[in-house]
């Protein structure tokens, strides 16, 4: 089934998921979509807004070009998701607990975000913007930063000998906080 161009508002999808098939152009806006089953449903150059997706299960789900603004997106296991073309961008949304495990994205853009205890390890987060992000308890463990832009972003943990830094972008503070493992005092 092939959902073009529609406006889903005010609906619970917590108690009957989105019909299977493709969603192209579509805006989900103030949906609830707690705990449910996406599995195996595409969407396309979506928007979800001021919307609750914690605890959805994405098994195959494909997300391609979608932003999400203002949303819940808690305990989400993102490296469920079909990898083919998969691109997304998140502001002002809150995805604590998270797991982005072994996933490739190159160049995402996470604006305004909080995101405790968010599972990055072995990722590939070359070029990769986190803008104004509370990073407290996100694991970095052999993940490719690479070109990375950290400098608006705090509470973040990250082990410089563990990751690939190479070009990655971090205030002055930000730079101090990847010195803290060596013991070293910076006046």
Do not use: W
Request: net charge negative; charged share 25%.
């Amino acid at each position: 089934m092939l959902f073009y161009d529609k406006i889903f508002e005010n609906t619970d999808f917590s108690v009957e998921p989105p019909e299977k098939g493709e969603y192209e152009d579509c805006s989900f806006v103030r949906c609830n979509f707690s705990r449910a089953d996406l599995s195996g449903i595409d969407f396309f150059e979506c928007r979800f807004s001021h919307c609750d997706l914690s605890m959805v299960k994405p098994v195959h789900t494909a997300f391609r070009d979608v932003s999400f603004e203002h949303c819940k997106l808690l305990g989400v296991s993102f490296d469920q998701c079909n990898d083919i073309l998969l691109s997304f961008r998140f502001g002002n949304s809150v995805l604590d607990f998270s797991s982005f495990h072994r996933m490739k994205l190159k160049g995402i853009h996470f604006k305004d975000c909080k995101l405790e205890g968010v599972d990055f390890s072995e990722c590939d987060l070359q070029n990769a913007v986190f803008e104004n992000c509370d990073l407290s308890g996100a694991v970095f463990e052999n993940t490719n930063l690479g070109g990375a832009d950290f400098r608006t972003s705090f509470n973040f943990s990250i082990d410089p000998d563990g990751n690939c830094l190479r070009k990655a972008r971090f205030s002055m503070d930000g730079a101090a906080r990847l010195l803290e493992k060596y013991g070293v005092i910076l006046d």
